[in-house]
């Protein structure tokens, strides 16, 4: 059932005009996949960029983030150690209580006064070890 055939093109203008619009739409072809190919690959490229430097920029993020919290819990310590020093200035402009801080620290007395010392109970002497 197979048989050969002898097909022979023509040989006139138009079959010539007809190859040529071949072989020109053939050419546009290659050089639209080439264009879209390098477009391709050049959108590939940038879009690798942004995304390593916006994984770079979350990290160094993170990283700061981290660090605010740290030096916000740091501060929040000073402010309260500042506070308690400043009690203690208010403290210190009071006769009164220098007058008992020098008979609980240094066993001085008034005249007349006699000065017994009573050992505290460990818990207390913690508490004020931790705030000095």
């Known amino acids: ?9 023509m040989e006139n203008a138009y079959v ?16 639209l996949f080439r264009r879209l190919a390098l477009l391709f690959i050049l959108a590939l490229t940038i879009s690798g960029f942004l995304v390593s430097t916006l994984i770079s920029r979350a990290s160094v993020l993170e990283e700061k983030e981290t660090q605010k919290v ?21 403290k210190l402009n009071d006769d009164e209580y220098i ?8 066993f001085l007395s008034d005249e007349g006064e006699i000065i017994f010392n009573i050992p505290e109970p460990e818990a207390k002497k913690e508490e004020e070890e931790s705030s000095h």
């Open 1 to 9: 059932m197979s048989r050969e055939r002898n097909i022979r093109s």
């Open 16 to 31: 010539r005009q007809q190859e040529h619009k071949k072989k020109v739409s053939h050419h546009r072809k290659k050089r």
């Open 70 to 90: 740290q030096l916000e819990a740091k501060l929040e310590k000073l402010e309260r150690q500042q506070a308690i020093l400043e009690e203690e200035i208010i």
């Open 99 to 106: 007058a008992k801080l020098a008979r609980r620290d240094y």
